[in-house]
DNA sequence: ATGGTGGACAATCCA
């Protein structure tokens, strides 16, 4: 069972990539966010073309999130459930035979002092919220993914020390995501890379952040203890980084199979 | 160094 996430700032701009990346990899499921594409304008037709599922949900401009799989989905649905819709855009459940799937592109924040930050501390409240009311981690198989926008460890940043606090790597940030993890997921990619210096996130403000790997770990794989005893497996694909139109975030993926 | 670049969309918002 292969499973990998990737934040595709416009499915539109993406798509060629996403197309070249799923004929590659023949992955099992693969979720998507900042799809930046309302519904009726999704390349659903290209994508199914090829041989895949689509769900999806997005809006003008911001925000969307996707899951494409090779086999149907059940029980799919958007939203934390508590605000009418509203988070529609950030996030998607799915189940695939035993294993459930939660792909989330959760707020930025953009600045310490923001209205935007409160939101996103509260958001993140709620995910806790979401996530207990409706899984038993202990005994399911469950992976939540996406783009979630908190660089939890100092290694996770190019330097921890220049950044901090930052919306992406402060206390607050990490202490709300602690409260998530703390239900009973386990980092999968920290399971098979413990290594500094493995990013998925390079901003296309910084001068040259690519190349002299001034990169942030904010997409993640975090798995159930159940499923997190199946992963064998975890990468980060830097194909988007060589794409015409390069992406400043790439594909981490994970593999995932029964002992 | 409060910039820088990219995407959506048409003057700025967001990351």
Known sequence: MRIA?????????????VLAWLDAWRPDLLALQETKTPDPDFPRREIEGAGWRVECRGEKSYNGVAVISRSPLEEVSFGLGDDDGASGTRLVRARLGDLSLVNTY?????????DKFAFKLAWLA??????????????????????????????DVYDSRAVWPHVCHCREVIDAFR??????????FRKH?????VFTFWDYRGRDSLAKNRGWRIDHLLASAPLAEESRDCRVDLEPRRAPRPSDHTFVCADFSPA
């Not at 995910?127 to 460890?153: H, I, M, Q, S, Y």
């Not at 409260?179 to 999968?188: K, P, S, Y």
Request: aromatic share 8%; hydrophobic share 40%; with cysteine.
């Open 193 to 197: 890379l413990p290594e500094a210096d």
């Open 5 to 17: 996430t990737f934040n595709c700032n416009s499915i539109r701009v993406r798509l060629p990539a």
């Open 126 to 155: 709620r995910l806790k919220d979401f996530f207990a009311a409706n899984f038993d981690l202990r005994r399911e198989r469950v992976l939540w993914t996406g783009d979630l926008n908190v660089a939890p460890e100092p290694r």
């Open 106 to 114: 959760v707020p930025q924040g953009q600045d310490l002092a923001s």
């Open 179 to 188: 409260e998530i993890t703390g239900l009973g997921f386990v980092d999968v």
